[in-house]
C-alpha cells in the first residue's frame, strides 16, 4: 500500500483570525503611552516637528471646527428657545446653551474632529510607514521613532484641542446669539446678561481641560495604531478604522470619567438664580 502524505493544512485567512483580547490591547497601549510620554521629556526636542503638526492640526482643523460650532451653536439655541418656551425661562436661553457647549459640546465636537482628521491621518501615516519598513530604518540609524514620530503628534493635539475648543465655543455662541436674538426675538440683553451672571470661569476651564486630555488621549491611540499596523495596505486600513472606532469610544468614556471627577467635590449654588 503506498504511503500517503498527509497534505500541510492552509493557513486561515487574516480575517478568521481571532480579535485581540482587550486586555491585551489595552496593556499594549499603557506601554506604549508610557515610553512615549517619557520621550517627550528626551532630547533631541523636535521643535520644528511640533511646529509642522500644530499647523495641521490647529490651523487645519479651523475652517471645520468653526463650520461644526456654526450649526451646533444654531440648532442648540432653536431647542433652547422651544423648550424653555413651554415653561416661560426664555431668559435663561443664554446661559444653558454657553454652559452646555463650554462644559460638553465644545470639547467633545472638536475632539470628534479631531479624532476623523488627525487621527486617522496620524494613523494611516504611521502604519505606512511600518509597513514600507522606514520606521525600521529609523531604528537602525539610531533615531528613536517615538521621539521622532509619535512625541510631536500628541503634544501638538494636547495644545490644538483647547485651541480649537475656545473657538468652536465663539463661533457656536455667536450663532446662537443669531438664532436666539434675530430669528427669535429674544431679547439681547436678557441672552447676554444671564450668560455673565450664571456661566463661572470654571465652566470654561473645565472644557478646556477636558480638551487637552481627549486631544492627546485619542491622538495617542491613533500613533499606536498605525505603530503596530501590519499586513501591507488593508493592514493600514485596519488600523486607521480601528484608530478612529478606538478614538471616538474613548472620546465618550474619558468624558464620563471627567466630568465624573470633577464634580465629585461640593456644589455651590451659582449667583443670580434668584433674581
Known sequence: ??????????????????????????G??????????????????????????????????????????????????????????????QS????????????????????IVLVARVGSAAATELGTMRVTEQIDALETM???PLNYLVAPRIVAAAIAAPLLT?????????????????????????????????VDVKDITNGLGKAAVIGFVVTMIACYRGYRAE????????????AVVGGLVAIFAIDYIYTAISLSGPQQPAGGLGG
Open 166 to 198: 475656545m473657538l468652536f465655543n465663539a463661533i457656536a455662541l455667536f450663532g446662537a446669539y443669531g438664532v436666539a436674538v434675530w430669528a427669535k426675538d429674544l431679547s439681547p440683553g436678557t441672552f447676554l446678561n444671564r450668560i455673565q451672571t450664571l
Open 28 to 89: 499594549e497601549l499603557s506601554m506604549f503611552a508610557g515610553q512615549s510620554a517619557t520621550s517627550i521629556f528626551r532630547r533631541p526636542y523636535r521643535v520644528g516637528l511640533l511646529m509642522v503638526q500644530l499647523e495641521f492640526m490647529a490651523y487645519g482643523s479651523m475652517f471645520v471646527v468653526g463650520l461644526t460650532g456654526l450649526f451646533t451653536g444654531m440648532v442648540l439655541a432653536l431647542q433652547t428657545v422651544y423648550a424653555f418656551g413651554l415653561f416661560n425661562a
Open 142 to 144: 539610531a533615531v528613536d
Open 92 to 111: 435663561l436661553v443664554g446661559a444653558t446653551v454657553e454652559i452646555s457647549l463650554a462644559r460638553e459640546l465644545a470639547p467633545i465636537f472638536t475632539c
Open 1 to 26: 500500500m503506498a504511503e500517503q502524505t498527509a497534505a500541510a493544512p492552509k493557513p486561515r485567512p487574516s480575517w478568521l483570525k481571532p480579535l485581540e483580547h482587550p486586555l491585551v490591547v489595552l
Open 231 to 242: 499586513g501591507g495596505a488593508r493592514g493600514v486600513g485596519i488600523a486607521t478604522t480601528q
